[in-house]
């Protein structure tokens, strides 16, 4: 028998990103147009099959919102796996992604892997181009994906490609 293979992984980014509604998508398959902020942050464990391996996800989910950001740490901590998510038509967002990055490089686990996820690819009103952050990924050593929690596009893909890198595949 092969071993159990567990991971704690972290939801980072600004409010109203659409975090809670990235996990909603992949976990329920469902989409809900008015989503209440989290508060504080919750887990929910989904598994993936890497292969001929169970990946078990225990995905933290964060408050984006201000007065939460002193227990974001606490959230972080021991994250092997991260998601930084900004929204593709707020470019506040996408330059709070990139200070998340920086600070999980700095306090994360070491070797924690990050993905860069860029959110609400369903909008016309892009103001952040994808080359922009695809380089900012590259230089950075990270993978960066596009998705749409309201169409369910690229979703599973990020997680998917979340848990090859924690299995180091
Ligand atoms: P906090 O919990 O405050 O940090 O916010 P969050 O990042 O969890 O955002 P949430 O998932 O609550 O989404 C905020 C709003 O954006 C909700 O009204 C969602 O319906 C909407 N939303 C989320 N993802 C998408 C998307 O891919 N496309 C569109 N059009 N709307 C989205
Ligand atoms: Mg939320």
Redesign the pocket.
């Not at 989409?31 to 989503?35: D, R």
């Given at each position: 028998d092969q071993p159990n293979l567990d991971y704690k992984i972290v939801l980072l980014?600004d409010?109203?990103?659409?975090?809670?509604?990235l996990v909603l998508r992949l976990c329920k398959g469902k989409?809900?147009?008015?989503?209440e902020?989290?508060i504080g942050g919750s887990c929910v464990i989904q598994n993936i099959e890497i292969g001929e391996r169970e990946v078990k996800l225990k995905i933290w989910?964060t408050?984006?919102?201000e007065r939460f950001q002193s227990l974001t740490p606490l959230y972080y901590r021991g994250a092997k796996g991260a998601l930084i998510?900004y929204d593709i038509t707020n470019s506040g967002s996408y330059k709070r992604a990139k200070e998340w990055i920086r600070e999980l490089i700095e306090n994360g686990e070491q070797d924690a892997k990050i993905v860069l996820v860029g959110?609400?690819t369903?909008?016309e009103t892009k103001v952040v181009e994808d080359i922009t952050a695809q380089k900012f990924a590259d230089k950075n050593g990270l993978e960066f994906f596009t998705?749409?929690?309201?169409t369910g596009e690229g979703v599973s893909q990020v997680f998917f490609a979340l848990a090859q890198l924690l299995v180091g595949k």
């Open positions: 980014g409010s109203s990103v659409g975090k809670s509604s989409f809900i147009e008015n989503l902020p989290t989910d408050a984006g919102q998510v959110n609400k369903d909008l998705t749409s929690a309201k």
